[in-house]
C-alpha cells in the first residue's frame, strides 16, 4: 500500500476522480508494495485500482492506451524506502570516507530495485528467494551483481556477512529463470585475485548467455583506512599480469563463446602503462558506468563529431581549461588537442588534479572534492571558462563531494564553471563559447 501524493491535472486518474491522499492497495488485484508493482500491473488497457481513504476502500475502473501511466505521483522514486547494505564489505569506499561530510554519503544502498532502474551494483546477500521470484515474473533485466568472488569462504570473508556464500545459487536461480546478468569483480591485492579471479571468472563463465558481461575494478582505496582490513594498491607489474589473465581468458572465451565476456577497467590499463583495447574489443560497451572502455567510447564519439565540422578562423581566440582527475589527464589533453586542431580558436589547457581528499592513491574524476579543484587551480590564469567533468558533482550538478557548491568555486576562482558530460559534450561546449563570443 502506497500513498498518492498528487495527480497530473488532466490525467487519466484525476478524470476518474482519484486524489492526493488516497492510497493505493492493488492493481487488477495485485498488490503494490512499490514501484516495480506499479510500472508492471499499470501496463494493462483497463486498470481496476483498489483504493483506500479514512479507513474506506472504493474500486476505480481506469481504460487507457496499453503502457501509457495514468498520472499518479508518490512520496518517492522507488515508493519505498531505499533498502541500505547488511555487508561490512573489506574494501567498501563509503567506509573510508572521512567524518563530516553529509548525512547521504554514509548511506549504503543494495537495491535491486536499483539495479533495473538505475544500473546500480546489488550484492544479493539482502534478497530473498521470494524477491528472486518476484524479478523473474516480471522480468526485471538485466540485474547488476557485484560478485567479487564466487568461492563461498572467500565471500563470506569479503562481504562480511556470513549468508554471502549462496551467490551462485542466486545467480543460477535468476539465469534459469531468464534473467540476464552483468557481473563486477572488485580486485583486491592477495585477497581475490590470482587463481582466485581466474576461478570467479570461470565460473561466472559457465552461466553464459545469461552472464552477459563481467567487469574487473580494482579496489579504490583512500587515506582514510584506518582501523579497516589492511589493504594495499597493485603495483604497475601487478596490473598488468592482472590484465595478461584476463587477456587470456578473453580469448578462451572467444573460442568457446565468440564473445571476450570479461574486461578491465581503464584505470587498470593506465595504471600498468598499457596500451588499451581497441573499441571493437569492448563489444558494444556493456559496462561503461564501470569505467570499462570508457575512453575508447568517448573517443570514437569526438571523432564522429570532428568528422562533420570545419575550421572556425573568424573571431577572437577563445582560451579554457579544462581539469581532470590524474587518471584521465594524458588522454584528456590528446583529446583536446584534436578538438583545438579542428576548432582552431580555441587554445585549451588540461590540468589533472591531484585528490588530496580521499589521498593520491584516488585518480579518478568522479571522486574529485571543490577543495580539490580550488588548491590545484587557484594560482592560475583559467581564461574564459573553466571545464570540469560532471561526474565530479551529485545528480543534481550543483555540489562536489566535501559540500563546496559550483557557485562558491566559481566565485573563489574568479572564473565561470562549465561541467561537462564526457568527450562529445566538450566539443558541444567549445562550440558554445565560439557562438558566444563571435
Same mark, same amino acid.
Do not use: W
Given at each position: 500500500?502506497?500513498?498518492?501524493t498528487?495527480?497530473?491535472?488532466g490525467? %487519466?486518474a484525476?478524470?476518474?476522480?482519484i486524489?492526493?491522499?488516497? /492510497?493505493l492497495?492493488s492493481i487488477n #488485484?495485485n498488490?503494490?508494495i512499490?514501484?516495480?508493482d506499479?510500472?508492471?500491473y499499470i501496463t494493462? /488497457?483497463?486498470?481496476v485500482?483498489?483504493?483506500l481513504?479514512?479507513g474506506? +476502500?472504493r474500486e476505480?475502473?481506469?481504460k487507457?492506451?496499453?503502457?501509457?501511466?495514468? #498520472?499518479?505521483?508518490?512520496?518517492?522514486f522507488l515508493?519505498d524506502?531505499k533498502?541500505?547494505c547488511?555487508?561490512?564489505?573489506?574494501?567498501c569506499f563509503i567506509?573510508?570516507?572521512?567524518?563530516?561530510m553529509r548525512?547521504?554519503?554514509?548511506?549504503?544502498d543494495d537495491?535491486?530495485?536499483l539495479?533495473? *532502474?538505475?544500473g546500480n551494483y %546489488?550484492t544479493?546477500?539482502n534478497?530473498s528467494?521470494? +524477491? *528472486?521470484? &518476484?524479478?523473474i $515474473?516480471m522480468h526485471?533485466s538485466p540485474v547488476n %551483481?557485484s560478485?567479487?568472488?564466487t568461492?563461498?569462504?572467500l565471500r563470506? /570473508?569479503?562481504?562480511?556477512n556470513?549468508?554471502a556464500?549462496?551467490?551462485m545459487e542466486?545467480?543460477?536461480?535468476?539465469?534459469?529463470g531468464?534473467?540476464s546478468?552483468?557481473?563486477?569483480?572488485?580486485?583486491?591485492?592477495g585477497v581475490?585475485?590470482?587463481?582466485? *579471479?581466474v576461478?570467479?571468472?570461470k +565460473?561466472?563463465?559457465?552461466?553464459c548467455?545469461?552472464v552477459?558481461?563481467?567487469a574487473?575494478?580494482?579496489a579504490g582505496l583512500?587515506?582514510?583506512?584506518? #582501523?579497516l582490513?589492511p589493504?594495499?594498491?597493485?603495483?604497475p607489474? !601487478?596490473?598488468a599480469g592482472?590484465?595478461r589473465?584476463?587477456? $587470456?581468458l578473453?580469448?578462451?572465451?572467444l573460442?568457446?563463446?565468440?564473445?571476450?565476456?570479461?574486461f578491465a577497467?581503464? +584505470?587498470?590499463?593506465i595504471?600498468?602503462g598499457?596500451? *588499451?583495447p581497441?573499441? !571493437?574489443d569492448?563489444e558494444?560497451?556493456p559496462?561503461?558506468?564501470?569505467?570499462?572502455?570508457l575512453?575508447r567510447?568517448?573517443e570514437?564519439?569526438?571523432?564522429?563529431?570532428l568528422?562533420?565540422?570545419?575550421?572556425?578562423t573568424? #573571431?577572437?581566440r577563445?582560451?579554457?581549461t579544462l581539469a581532470?582527475?590524474?587518471?584521465a589527464e594524458?588522454?584528456?589533453?590528446?583529446t583536446c588537442?584534436?578538438?583545438?586542431s579542428?576548432?582552431? &580558436?580555441?587554445d585549451?589547457?588540461?590540468?589533472g %588534479?591531484e585528490n588530496?581528499?580521499?589521498?593520491p592513491e584516488?585518480?579518478v574524476?568522479?571522486?574529485?572534492?571543490?577543495?580539490?579543484y580550488?588548491?590545484?587551480l587557484k594560482?592560475m590564469?583559467?581564461?574564459?571558462?573553466?571545464l570540469?567533468p560532471a561526474?565530479?558533482? &551529485?545528480?543534481e550538478r550543483?555540489?562536489f563531494l566535501?559540500d563546496v557548491?559550483?557557485e562558491?568555486?566559481? !566565485? /573563489?576562482?574568479?572564473?565561470?564553471?562549465i561541467?561537462?558530460?564526457?568527450?562529445?559534450?566538450?566539443v558541444?561546449?567549445?562550440l558554445g563559447?565560439?557562438k558566444?563570443n563571435?
Amino acid at each position: 500500500m502506497v500513498e498518492i501524493t498528487a495527480v497530473d491535472p488532466g490525467s %487519466v486518474a484525476e478524470k476518474a476522480g482519484i486524489t492526493a491522499g488516497e /492510497k493505493l492497495i492493488s492493481i487488477n #488485484g495485485n498488490e503494490i508494495i512499490d514501484v516495480l508493482d506499479y510500472r508492471f500491473y499499470i501496463t494493462e /488497457k483497463t486498470v481496476v485500482m483498489k483504493l483506500l481513504r479514512d479507513g474506506a +476502500e472504493r474500486e476505480v475502473k481506469l481504460k487507457k492506451p496499453q503502457y501509457d501511466d495514468v #498520472g499518479l505521483e508518490f512520496s518517492s522514486f522507488l515508493m519505498d524506502e531505499k533498502r541500505s547494505c547488511r555487508n561490512k564489505c573489506i574494501f567498501c569506499f563509503i567506509d573510508q570516507n572521512p567524518h563530516g561530510m553529509r548525512e547521504s554519503i554514509y548511506f549504503k544502498d543494495d537495491d535491486t530495485r536499483l539495479s533495473f *532502474l538505475m544500473g546500480n551494483y %546489488v550484492t544479493l546477500t539482502n534478497t530473498s528467494f521470494e +524477491e *528472486l521470484d &518476484r524479478i523473474i $515474473k516480471m522480468h526485471i533485466s538485466p540485474v547488476n %551483481v557485484s560478485v567479487h568472488t564466487t568461492n563461498p569462504e572467500l565471500r563470506v /570473508k569479503m562481504l562480511g556477512n556470513r549468508f554471502a556464500g549462496d551467490i551462485m545459487e542466486k545467480l543460477k536461480y535468476l539465469a534459469n529463470g531468464g534473467i540476464s546478468l552483468n557481473c563486477q569483480i572488485v580486485l583486491c591485492k592477495g585477497v581475490n585475485d590470482g587463481d582466485e *579471479l581466474v576461478a570467479t571468472v570461470k +565460473e561466472l563463465a559457465a552461466l553464459c548467455p545469461a552472464v552477459e558481461s563481467i567487469a574487473v575494478v580494482p579496489a579504490g582505496l583512500t587515506r582514510h583506512r584506518k #582501523g579497516l582490513f589492511p589493504l594495499i594498491s597493485f603495483t604497475p607489474e !601487478e596490473t598488468a599480469g592482472v590484465i595478461r589473465d584476463i587477456e $587470456k581468458l578473453q580469448q578462451e572465451f572467444l573460442n568457446r563463446f565468440d564473445t571476450r565476456l570479461v574486461f578491465a577497467a581503464d +584505470e587498470m590499463y593506465i595504471r600498468a602503462g598499457l596500451e *588499451l583495447p581497441s573499441a !571493437e574489443d569492448y563489444e558494444g560497451f556493456p559496462q561503461l558506468d564501470n569505467g570499462i572502455g570508457l575512453i575508447r567510447s568517448m573517443e570514437d564519439d569526438v571523432s564522429a563529431l570532428l568528422e562533420d565540422l570545419s575550421a572556425e578562423t573568424e #573571431g577572437r581566440r577563445i582560451r579554457v581549461t579544462l581539469a581532470t582527475g590524474k587518471a584521465a589527464e594524458e588522454f584528456m589533453r590528446s583529446t583536446c588537442a584534436r578538438i583545438c586542431s579542428v576548432l582552431t &580558436r580555441i587554445d585549451c589547457t588540461v590540468v589533472g %588534479v591531484e585528490n588530496e581528499f580521499f589521498g593520491p592513491e584516488v585518480t579518478v574524476a568522479g571522486l574529485l572534492t571543490g577543495s580539490d579543484y580550488y588548491e590545484a587551480l587557484k594560482n592560475m590564469d583559467l581564461g574564459d571558462a573553466l571545464l570540469i567533468p560532471a561526474v565530479s558533482l &551529485r545528480h543534481e550538478r550543483d555540489k562536489f563531494l566535501d559540500d563546496v557548491t559550483v557557485e562558491s568555486l566559481s !566565485e /573563489k576562482l574568479g572564473i565561470n564553471i562549465i561541467p561537462v558530460e564526457e568527450g562529445a559534450d566538450i566539443v558541444y561546449r567549445f562550440l558554445g563559447l565560439l557562438k558566444d563570443n563571435q
